[in-house]
């Protein structure tokens, strides 16, 4: 089960059934539903299809919450109780820090683009030297003579453990092969790295001589990141079918 969104009036929003300070359940701002919802909503918004909202994001993904919200509620019917203040709260909130909320209460994902959009303002420093990307063993040959480039995103994501680079490759194929990025020489010969969370960073591209092989490691998934896995995949298998007739 997922975690409301909530408000603690002494210490401000959380997730969960009690306020991390001090134990108290504030005022549900939003349940786990609806949080799903709009999560999908931004994700189409700010990542991928702002125009299908009418909406324009700056060079930098960057847009104003206020404007948002009515785009959302004319869209959505079942979101007219909708205000900036659960956008934003929302936001703050994400465990996986999709979104990146500025002090002129504007709005960006913060990584997942299929659109064109400038990352150059995230910060370069707190970047490990070595970060690890998935792939396939069929593609490992490619990458070794090629380097890596964006696939069906507009920017290389990285992660920052093999694990978190396994489980991700996981929502693609069943036996991601995962190698390494030598990101210091990397920075050196121009190629710099951009911090999006503490777990995803960014590049735009990465030459053959920067990839480095890494010791394979056993990985074991918790019991909701099998539920997730599952999920995505049968999505896309529910994709395909559709697709087919």
């Not at 063993?137 to 490619?142: G, Q, R, S, T, V």
Request: net charge negative; proline share 5%; with cysteine.
């Amino acid at each position: 089960m997922g975690e409301d969104l909530r408000e603690c009036f002494e210490h401000g929003v959380f997730r969960g059934s009690g306020c991390p300070q001090c134990g108290d359940r504030g005022k549900r701002l939003m349940n786990e539903y609806e949080i799903e919802g709009l999560g999908r909503i931004l994700a189409g918004m700010l990542r991928h299809f702002p125009e299908n909202y009418g909406v324009r994001l700056d060079d930098h993904g960057w847009v104003r919450i206020y404007s948002i919200v009515p785009a959302i509620r004319a869209r959505r019917k079942s979101f007219g109780w909708l205000t900036a203040r659960h956008i934003e709260s929302m936001a703050l909130t994400d465990p996986k820090e999709r979104y990146q909320v500025s002090g002129n209460h504007e709005i960006r994902a913060a990584y997942g683009h299929t659109i064109p959009i400038e990352m150059d303002d995230l910060p370069t420093d707190g970047v490990p030297e070595v970060l690890y990307y998935q792939t396939t063993e069929e593609e490992l040959e490619l990458i070794n003579e090629t380097g890596i480039s964006p696939s069906d995103k507009t920017w290389i994501h990285l992660s920052h453990t093999y694990r978190q680079a396994f489980v991700s490759g996981l929502y693609h194929v069943d036996s991601p092969t995962i190698v390494g990025v030598d990101t210091v020489k990397l920075a050196e010969a121009g190629y710099p790295v951009y911090r999006a969370t503490e777990d995803v960073f960014l590049v735009r591209e990465i030459p053959p001589e920067f990839v480095v092989e890494v010791p394979e490691e056993e990985v074991e998934l918790t019991d909701q990141e099998k539920k997730d896995v599952e999920r995505v995949k049968e999505k896309r298998e529910k994709r395909l079918r559709k697709n087919e007739f």
